[in-house]
């Protein structure tokens, strides 16, 4: 097995060495040589050397890698250097460090057979990490804890390790937007492993973090912290070491790793209203349990600041949905993710919606939540209503989770303004009592707006505008003289009119308005 400089550094520790290396070059060194006279120099060897031998180097060549006995003088070579004292033996050290590489090799190999026989993942995992000083841990790609290697101390509390350990998963709201936006930035980049230093409670500690990927995929995370003893440039190659030999054996295993966030065929076909044949949904939803005809409602998670979720947080966010709609169907779909989730009595509902809004709240997403739905092959349409009720220009800032008849109107006025011009579905006297005036005409549409809605009612109407209902009675009359008695016509089709004419402009001008 290859080694680099830093592996070889924290090796010879009982040395008490000084390191002086060049990182514009590195190194793979294969083993350890005395440097003598007549010695062809190579780049993948570790060579011992001592005042009377450190001038044989030379200049120019391949980078070569030394441990020196001694004070260390500059030379013209180009040299990654190990400085121990001058009183330590040749021999002694020639032995230590050929000890040191037939370590290695002899560990490469024992986790390499492990892996040919195809052992548990946990036994590679324990063999993989035993060369490193602090405890690591692997997660799926939602940030699940899978397994964990290495020695646990007896106090974790206030550690992030132990958070993950005692909640089973790692919390990305304790991160800042910034710091979340930095790991997946690292992760897009291709980093194989990187530090990270939080700003909450745990920035006493530095965490690494490696990507797991197979392919392209990244199907989870290696994480570790210094709870025992600080990272070393040495111990960060091992890390990296053990990444690359659970990606080895995960090659082809992905399902070990993975929580199966992929839409598959059945569900994608019904929402893109594709012909599935009733009986395949049947069968499809058999196997949780589920009957074609329960009761459903259907919720489609996007982010607040409308921009697509993260495809190295899909996995992280699916998760944190699916444990607060237990036993739900949750995947990535469009830009957002969609949960399917299945008789929730009204109660337990308000519930479960208590816990959606604080999940938003920490995440940062919003929810549209469709109609209760009584046939699942009904999924498209829950679908569109999901997605309309989050179709509003401004999101209130405080408010995370938008139903479907929160943004009704809003969506048919839409529709409509798409179809064809909106004055042009308005009865002529709205717009003229409209243009009445700058001031009142605006008062005097939403006045009769809220009379129509409330069936006439004078009470209900002076009710819901906080007026006295003299005030309410003189305002009607105004509005008679300016269009009429048209809006006490009894025909459905000239109060639909009206209703329609009176919703349109309130809708276009409510935020010049403020209504």
Same mark, same amino acid.
Not at 51 to 71: A, K
Not at 286 to 296: E, L, M, P, V
Not at 455 to 463: D, K, N, P
């Given at each position: 097995?290859?080694?680099?400089?830093?592996?070889?550094?924290?090796?010879?520790?009982?040395?008490?060495?000084?390191?002086?290396?060049?990182?514009?070059?590195?190194?793979?060194?294969?083993?350890?040589?005395?440097?003598?006279?007549?010695?062809?120099?190579?780049?993948?060897?570790?060579?011992?050397?001592?005042?009377?031998?450190?001038?044989?180097?030379?200049?120019?060549?391949?980078?070569?890698?030394?441990?020196?006995?001694?004070?260390?003088?500059?030379?013209?070579? %180009?040299?990654? !250097?190990?400085?121990?004292?001058?009183?330590? &033996?040749?021999?002694? =050290?020639? *032995?230590? #460090?050929?000890?040191? $590489?037939?370590?290695?090799?002899?560990?490469?190999?024992?986790?390499?057979?492990?892996?040919?026989?195809?052992?548990?993942?946990?036994?590679?995992?324990?063999?993989?990490?035993?060369?490193?000083?602090?405890?690591?841990?692997?997660?799926?790609?939602?940030?699940?804890? %899978?397994?964990? !290697?290495?020695?646990?101390?007896?106090?974790? &509390?206030?550690?992030? =390790?132990? *958070?993950? #350990?005692?909640?089973? $998963?790692?919390?990305?709201?304790?991160?800042?937007?910034?710091?979340?936006?930095?790991?997946?930035?690292?992760?897009?980049?291709?980093?194989?492993?990187?530090?990270?230093?939080?700003?909450?409670?745990?920035?006493?500690?530095?965490?690494?973090?490696?990507?797991?990927? %197979?392919?392209?995929?990244?199907?989870?995370?290696?994480?570790?912290?210094?709870?025992?003893?600080?990272?070393?440039?040495?111990?960060?190659?091992?890390?990296?070491?053990?990444?690359?030999?659970?990606?080895?054996?995960?090659?082809?295993?992905?399902?070990?790793?993975?929580?199966?966030?992929?839409?598959?065929?059945?569900?994608?076909?019904?929402?893109?209203?594709?012909?599935?044949?009733?009986?395949?949904? %049947?069968?499809?939803?058999?196997?949780?349990?589920?009957?074609?005809?329960?009761?459903?409602?259907?919720?489609?998670?996007?982010?607040?600041?409308?921009?697509?979720?993260?495809?190295?947080?899909?996995?992280?966010?699916?998760?944190?949905?699916?444990?607060?709609?237990?036993?739900?169907?949750?995947?990535?779909?469009?830009?957002?993710?969609?949960?399917?989730?299945?008789?929730?009595?009204?109660?337990?509902?308000?519930?479960?919606?208590?816990?959606?809004?604080?999940?938003?709240?920490?995440?940062?997403?919003?929810?549209?939540?469709?109609?209760?739905?009584?046939?699942?092959?009904?999924?498209?349409?829950?679908?569109?209503?999901?997605?309309?009720?989050?179709?509003?220009?401004?999101?209130?800032?405080?408010?995370?989770?938008?139903?479907?008849?929160?943004?009704?109107?809003?969506?048919?006025?839409?529709?409509?303004?798409?179809?064809?011009?909106?004055?042009?579905?308005?009865?002529?006297?709205?717009?003229?009592?409209?243009?009445?005036?700058?001031?009142?005409?605006?008062?005097?549409?939403?006045?009769?707006?809220?009379?129509?809605?409330?069936?006439?009612?004078?009470?209900?109407?002076?009710?819901?505008?906080?007026?006295?209902?003299?005030?309410?009675?003189?305002?009607?009359?105004?509005?008679?003289?300016?269009?009429?008695?048209?809006?006490?016509?009894?025909?459905?089709?000239?109060?639909?009119?009206?209703?329609?004419?009176?919703?349109?402009?309130?809708?276009?001008?409510?935020?010049?308005?403020?209504?």
């Amino acid at each position: 097995m290859r080694l680099n400089i830093h592996v070889i550094f924290d090796e010879l520790s009982v040395f008490s060495p000084l390191l002086l290396v060049n990182e514009e070059y590195h190194n793979s060194l294969v083993g350890v040589r005395m440097l003598r006279h007549s010695e062809q120099i190579s780049g993948e060897f570790l060579y011992i050397t001592d005042g009377d031998t450190i001038s044989l180097l030379g200049c120019g060549g391949d980078i070569i890698n030394i441990v020196h006995i001694g004070d260390f003088t500059a030379t013209p070579r %180009v040299v990654n !250097a190990i400085c121990v004292s001058g009183k330590t &033996e040749k021999m002694e =050290l020639l *032995e230590y #460090l050929q000890m040191t $590489f037939e370590k290695y090799t002899l560990w490469n190999q024992d986790v390499l057979h492990t892996i040919a026989l195809k052992e548990p993942l946990q036994v590679i995992f324990d063999k993989a990490a035993s060369m490193l000083y602090n405890p690591i841990v692997m997660n799926d790609s939602s940030l699940t804890f %899978v397994m964990k !290697a290495g020695e646990i101390p007896e106090i974790i &509390e206030n550690s992030i =390790l132990g *958070e993950t #350990l005692n909640r089973g $998963f790692t919390m990305i709201e304790n991160l800042s937007d910034k710091e979340r936006h930095y790991i997946q930035t690292q992760i897009q980049e291709g980093k194989d492993v990187f530090a990270f230093q939080p700003s909450n409670k745990y920035a006493h500690e530095t965490q690494i973090i490696a990507p797991l990927r %197979v392919g392209k995929e990244v199907i989870g995370t290696l994480g570790t912290v210094d709870i025992i003893h600080p990272f070393t440039q040495g111990q960060l190659t091992h890390i990296k070491n053990v990444k690359e030999f659970v990606e080895l054996a995960l090659k082809g295993e992905q399902g070990n790793l993975t929580l199966g966030n992929n839409v598959d065929y059945c569900m994608d076909g019904i929402l893109q209203g594709f012909s599935i044949e009733q009986n395949v949904v %049947v069968y499809y939803l058999k196997h949780k349990g589920w009957d074609i005809n329960d009761r459903y409602m259907l919720c489609y998670f996007k982010m607040r600041n409308h921009d697509q979720i993260d495809l190295t947080m899909i996995g992280t966010l699916s998760f944190r949905i699916r444990e607060v709609l237990k036993s739900a169907y949750v995947f990535p779909y469009e830009y957002g993710i969609l949960a399917v989730a299945r008789n929730y009595e009204n109660d337990n509902w308000q519930v479960v919606l208590d816990n959606l809004s604080h999940l938003n709240q920490v995440l940062g997403l919003v929810v549209g939540v469709s109609l209760e739905f009584n046939s699942f092959m009904n999924l498209k349409h829950a679908f569109t209503q999901a997605k309309a009720a989050l179709n509003t220009k401004v999101l209130h800032p405080t408010k995370n989770i938008y139903h479907f008849t929160d943004n009704y109107v809003d969506h048919i006025v839409e529709l409509l303004d798409v179809s064809t011009s909106l004055p042009s579905l308005c009865h002529p006297k709205i717009i003229e009592l409209y243009q009445y005036s700058s001031e009142k005409g605006h008062e005097f549409v939403y006045t009769l707006l809220t009379y129509l809605l409330c069936g006439r009612s004078l009470s209900a109407t002076a009710g819901i505008m906080n007026m006295h209902r003299n005030t309410l009675l003189y305002r009607l009359e105004r509005i008679r003289e300016i269009i009429g008695n048209d809006f006490d016509v009894q025909d459905d089709n000239i109060q639909l009119l009206f209703l329609l004419s009176c919703i349109i402009v309130c809708r276009k001008e409510r935020d010049a308005w403020g209504k």
